[in-house]
C-alpha cells in the first residue's frame, strides 16, 4: 500500500473523471446509465480496484479467511477512496469561489490538468 497517494499524479483519477463524465453525460442526455460504454468504463474501473491475487493458507478458518480478505480489500480501496475524495473536496472548493463552474467543466479542467502533469514528468 502507497503511503503517499497524489490524486493528481495517479492515473486511476483519470478513470474515475471518465466514470463520472459519463454518468453526467447519461443524466444529461436523459439515457441510461447502462449504455455499453459506460458499464465498460465503470467495469474497467472495477477491476482495477479489485486485488488481482488473494492468498489464504491452508487451514484457516472461515473467519480467519473473512478477516484477511476484508484487510487486503480494504488496503486496495484507499487509494480510489483518495482519489475520489481529492475530486470532490476540489469541486467544493472550485463552487465555493466568486465563479462557479459546473461539474463537466471542473473535470474537464482536472483532466487537463492531470495531462500537464504527466507531459511535465
Known amino acids: 500500500m502507497e503511503d503517499d497517494i497524489d490524486p493528481l499524479a495517479d492515473p486511476l483519477t483519470r ?4 466514470v463520472l463524465t459519463g454518468a453526467i453525460t447519461a443524466r444529461q442526455d436523459e439515457s441510461s446509465v447502462n449504455d455499453e460504454q459506460f458499464t465498460s468504463a465503470l467495469g474497467t474501473l ?3 480496484l479489485m486485488p488481482q491475487n488473494l492468498t489464504i493458507r491452508a487451514g484457516t478458518s ?3 479467511a473473512a478477516q484477511e480478505i476484508a484487510k487486503d480489500l480494504s488496503a486496495h ?3 480510489p477512496v483518495t482519489c475520489f475524495t481529492f475530486l ?3 469541486l467544493g472548493e472550485a463552487n465555493d469561489g466568486p465563479m462557479p463552474i459546473s461539474t463537466a467543466e471542473f473535470l474537464q479542467q482536472m483532466s487537463l490538468e492531470i495531462d500537464q502533469r504527466s507531459q511535465d514528468r
Open 46 to 48: 472495477v477491476t482495477q
Open 77 to 79: 480501496m484507499v487509494r
Open 15 to 18: 478513470d474515475i473523471i471518465g
Open 62 to 64: 472461515a473467519e480467519q
Open 88 to 90: 470532490f473536496a476540489e
